[in-house]
């Protein structure tokens, strides 16, 4: 059995091992593979492991062997699951593998623009502590978290995690979802959607990336929000409309982190990457050591689930 895994550098760029899929065939890892070469590489392939090499109807058409696809994150956009499944191909992801992760990069943002670290860091640094006439420096106000609200657009196990964290800063923590929610614990409760804009003095996106929920974060869904609200999303840059964005943090009117843009890498004109106001990591909220081991050790899972005839986490 020959696996071949397209693009294997974002989950282990080396310090995690593959051992477990060396040991179940014919095993050859490739860090990256542009279009041109997928079917070189993948021609006679039993098992194939995405991240983000597409793997479309037409190139599924010239892959005669594959009979599974792992895909190596949670969407699988980058496989077309009907023409695979109209060719008998297992497609699984793997959800669920770094809530914990991504959560810690929500507030790595919300911390970023209520105490200002890196600022005073740089500060302090070029002299400006040392210069000081008081002990201590502090270039502009700083923000305690206890008795502001965080609003959350999703509540999903991500948004679980993000609400917990917030509650152990003593936050009050607003919830809306397609469908209201009651069962919710103390300090959360659900909202209408245009509630949470006016009332959440930080908002955060944790939902999918649909035909509904595509660019809800515009000029008109900006325009509702506190003066100074602080928009974090780590979820999908599709959900944002960047350019009203941009034109909305260049004004003042609010502040925004981001680990997600509409195209990554992103083009050099993306405003959001000269935008004031904004904190911007590179996509990488899921990629502690941690959480990467996680996702590896349940697509392993998910292929020997698959070969023992009880595929887990399929989608196709």
Known sequence: MKIVVLDGYTLNPGDLSWHGFESLGDFHCFERTAA???????????????????????????????????????GTNVVDINAAAARG????????????????????????????????HQAVIAGGWSQSADFCFTLSPLQ???????????YGVIGRQVASI??????QVL????QPKTDLPTGVSWCE????????????????????????????????????A???????????????????????????????LSSEPPAVDNPLITASNISISPHNSWATREARQNLMDIALSNLTGYLSGKPINRVS
Do not use: W
């Open 230 to 260: 602080l928009l974090i999303n780590t979820a999908r840059g599709g959900l944002v409309d960047e350019a009203a964005l941009a034109h909305t943090l260049n004004e003042g009117a609010i502040r925004a982190g981001v680990d997600v």
């Open 144 to 154: 305690s978290l206890k008795g502001k609200t965080l609003g959350l657009i999703g």
């Open 175 to 178: 919830v809306s979802t397609p």
């Open 193 to 228: 959607l245009s509630m949470l804009y006016q009332q959440a003095d930080i908002i955060s996106l944790h939902c999918p990336l649909t035909p509904e929920t595509d660019k809800m974060i515009n000029a008109a869904s900006l325009a509702k929000m506190k003066p100074n």
């Open 89 to 120: 191909i297992v497609v699984t992801n793997v959800p669920g593998y770094g809530p914990d992760a991504v959560a810690q990069m929500v507030f790595a943002h919300i911390l970023h623009h209520t105490q200002k670290l890196a600022e005073h």
């Open 166 to 171: 917030a509650r152990a800063f003593q936050m």
């Open 36 to 74: 041109p070469l997928v079917l070189e590489r993948a021609h006679d392939a039993d098992i194939i492991l995405t991240n983000k090499t597409e793997l479309n109807a037409d190139t599924l058409a010239m892959l005669p062997c594959v009979r599974y696809i792992g895909v190596l994150a949670t």
